[in-house]
């Protein structure tokens, strides 16, 4: 049973390297589908993703695209981590002589979407101010630009709570560790975790589709009974496993990046909890907008998970705590 053994510490760090590299391959394309999924029917600014990375990149260059990484670069290492460490660590507990019913290996999936949501509420919470900030920023009306152009900032003052709905404006865009203050300081811990349901109810039905699809599909292309998948096909299996999770979760994806979304327009809707959002989504914009930034999401998910999959499955962790010198018992 030795070799059944599981290492926690190699898994955690082949999750944490994946997290990064897959992380930043495709954070262009996340930053695209927050903004395409924050944007309602009267502020209408992108009309694509592409359309939405070419105006980032004319309004804010380059490095616009992004806006928030730096945050998502770091806790996507534990995010990660967490994930997939965890959900091998309830399929080994619950196998028996290797093998897993499909509920079971749904139940693993149920654990590790739970156990990863400690690190990617805060996560996204932040990464999400950080990403629609440029959007807030045009999509401000013109005259509060006419306001920012003008060299009396005591008129600025005066006018700028009158006209735009307060926290709409920003002269210069928060940092994470701005933003972070400020949330603890308003709102306690309890505001970097604000959206906490509708992240479980994302995450958790996520990877319950998820793991199981991907361990299936990857079984499919094992040489022989025993033998590792090649590593195009773990590429290919967490790359369609992960862009289904993901079309089937994203209208829950909406919910929450509304939720989490501090700033708004002048005309953009506010919301008080899953309920109200879900409403008022309905009410003002139609179930099509459940699917807002759905092939965004894919395309983020799908390469993201893919990659993932391919560095954890190289047992680059293993290969790392290898070379450490080992303690004789």
Known sequence: MADKQISLPAKLINGGIAGLIGVTCVFPIDL??????NQQNGARLYTS???????TIRSEGYFGMYRGAAVNLTLVTPEKAIKLAANDFFRHHFSKDGKLTLFKEMLAGCGAGT???????????????????????????LFCFLLNAMNSKSAQRKL????????????????????????????????????LGATLLRDVPFSIIYFP?????NNLGKRGVEGPAPFYVSFISGCL??????????????????????NRGSTEDTYSGVTDC????????GPSA???????????????????????????????????PKKDN
Do not use: H, W
């Not at 404006?169 to 203050?181: D, F, I």
């Not at 496993?241 to 501090?262: C, E, H, M, Y």
């Not at 879900?278 to 914009?285: A, Q, V």
């Open 278 to 285: 879900i409403r008022k989504i309905l009410r003002n914009e």
């Open 290 to 324: 459940f699917l807002k930034g759905a092939y965004c999401r894919a395309l983020v998910i799908a390469p993201l998970f893919g990659i993932a999959q391919v560095i954890y499955f190289l047992g680059v962790g293993e290969l790392i705590l290898s070379f450490l």
């Open 32 to 37: 695209a589908k927050t903004r395409l999924q």
């Open 49 to 55: 993703m592409s359309d939405c990375l070419i105006k």
């Open 213 to 217: 699809l991907f361990a299936n599909l």
């Open 160 to 195: 700028m709570p009158e006209t735009v709905a307060a926290g709409t404006v920003e002269t210069k865009s928060p940092t994470a560790m701005q933003l972070t203050r400020e949330l603890l300081r308003e709102k306690g811990i309890a505001g970097l975790y604000k959206g």
């Open 241 to 262: 496993a992960g862009s289904t999770a993901a079309v089937a979760v994203n209208p829950v994806d909406v919910i929450k990046t509304r939720l989490q979304s501090l």
């Open 115 to 141: 156990c990863q949501v400690i690190v990617t509420t805060p996560m996204e919470m932040l990464k999400i101010q950080l990403q629609d900030a440029g959007r807030i920023e045009i999509t401000t009306p």
